[in-house]
């Protein structure tokens, strides 16, 4: 029974809880297909604005992953001592806006600003979801919902590819960003009216008396335990690959292949949006359903995963045909994000409650320096370098030297977070 001294609970009962988890997944998505649509967009981008693959890689990767990085940690700092909700609608709002006058730019230099822009605004998303989660779906649940949650990423692609393809192929990638900038505009003044901010520990039966601790002691928490530093980079590679593949296997099939964006757009949102969409969210329930027996089930599962993805990564890029290609491309596709529910999960249980949503943006911090800020852009780099030996082919080739020895890389780090897992919970228990 609720004291009257104390504040009501607005996610007492679970049509409160899932209306929220849904929105936060659409918020998600929409922050994907902003990201996303650039991948399906850059050949005709590329085409008009007289750039390089190393000009595209850095749009798509490292000067759009340094001011989401660098963002994200006073913007989480700050969500784990104020209202969420109202950060979350902000972001939704600066993204969506950056990318909707996308469609109005007439350099590389305004391109790159405006998915700056986006970058910083996308900065303000997924921590404070992530913390909001965590506070409304108790322990036993959490991996399940934050894998629901990643969903948004598969959607975001598959809407970003589908949207994205047909409105260049029709309209031009003018048209393509403005008119899918747009509806997230409206999007944030849903978040900001409809959802309201948890109470703080509530899902764990705990008081939150503390203030929120700083950055540097979480940093040295979460470097303490060993998990924790393998899972992270486990992710950050295992993000490599999958920021390499969703940024570059549209300009791959159209090079390589002659496909064009609208098709090859349908085939990408089916591919990686509801195949990623499918493997992120049954692994989230793979492991909440395993964990109980063994907590290393959260690290085995991308572990699996992982090593499942590495041939058939390799085999996309060296068969003859268009489709053959396509059809290889399902099971990394389907498996690709399985670790994300699990690794966000994870990390919040090796922090206090009040540490959740900035050990989200260290963990994201690591992750896209590594995966987002580094593969587009290296692939891209070395792609122009492979150019005079293979010329339309560098691309090919670029991906396929690199990208299944990441995977295989990643992997290692996920088997060796899970050695360490027991322990660290332990620990962080006390």
């Known amino acids: 029974m609720t004291m009257p ?10 049509r409160a809880r899932y209306y929220a988890l ?8 929409f922050n994907f297909i902003d990201r996303q649509l650039l991948a399906i967009l850059q050949e005709s981008v590329k085409a008009e604005l007289d750039l390089s693959d190393g000009q595209l890689g850095l749009l798509a990767g490292f000067a759009f992953a340094l001011f989401y990085v660098t963002a994200g940690i006073p913007i989480a700092r700050f969500a784990d001592r104020s209202n969420r909700r109202n950060i979350v609608a902000a972001a939704v709002f600066i993204w969506s806006f950056m990318t909707a006058i996308s469609g109005f730019v007439q350099n590389y230099t305004q391109l790159l600003l405006a998915r700056i822009g986006v970058g910083i605004g996308e900065a303000g998303g997924s921590p404070p979801s992530h913390s909001i989660i965590s506070d409304i779906f108790p322990p036993e649940k959490r991996a399940s919902a934050l894998g629901f949650y990643s969903m948004g990423v598969s959607f975001g692609i598959l809407f ?28 944030a003044f849903v978040v900001r009216w409809t959802l309201a901010e ?4 509530v899902a764990d039966n705990q008081t939150v008396v503390e203030d929120a601790p700083p950055f540097m002691q979480v940093l040295r928490t979460l470097w303490q335990r060993r998990s924790f530093r393998h899972m992270a980079f486990g992710a950050a590679l295992n993000a490599f690959c999958g920021y390499s593949i969703s940024g570059w296997t549209a300009s791959f099939m159209i090079r390589t292949h002659g496909m064009s964006t609208g098709e090859l757009g349908t085939w ?3 591919i990686t949006g509801l195949g990623g969409a499918i493997g992120v969210f049954f692994g989230g329930m793979l492991a909440d359903a395993l964990a109980p027996k063994d907590k290393r089930w959260y690290m085995w599962v991308p572990t699996i995963a ?8 390799a085999l996309v890029y060296v068969v003859p045909g268009a489709y053959t290609a396509l059809l290889l491309a399902v099971v990394p596709g389907v498996l690709s994000n399985v670790y994300l529910g699990n690794t966000i999960a994870t990390t919040h249980n090796l922090v206090s409650l009040r540490s959740r949503a900035l050990s989200s943006a260290i963990l994201f911090l690591i992750l896209n320096i590594i995966g987002l800020g580094m ?13 005079p030996q293979y010329a339309d082919d560098s691309l090919r080739w670029a991906m396929f030297y690199v ?8 992997t290692l780090h996920f088997f060796l977070a899970a050695r360490h897992l027991p322990g660290d919970l332990a620990a962080a228990s006390k």
């Open 5 to 14: 001294d104390e504040p009501r609970n607005p996610y007492v009962s679970n």
């Open 22 to 29: 849904v929105v936060l997944t659409i918020v998600y998505a």
């Open 160 to 187: 970003g590819f589908l949207f994205g393809g047909w409105l260049n192929e029709y309209f031009g990638w003018r048209t393509a960003f403005l008119v899918v900038g747009a509806p997230g505009i409206l999007l």
């Open 198 to 201: 948890p109470i703080r520990g």
């Open 268 to 270: 990408l949102a089916l």
């Open 306 to 313: 992982g090593a499942l993805m590495v041939p058939f990564i």
């Open 375 to 387: 593969g587009p852009t290296f692939i891209g780099m070395l792609s122009d370098a492979l150019q």
């Open 403 to 410: 990208l299944p020895a990441v995977m295989a890389w990643s």
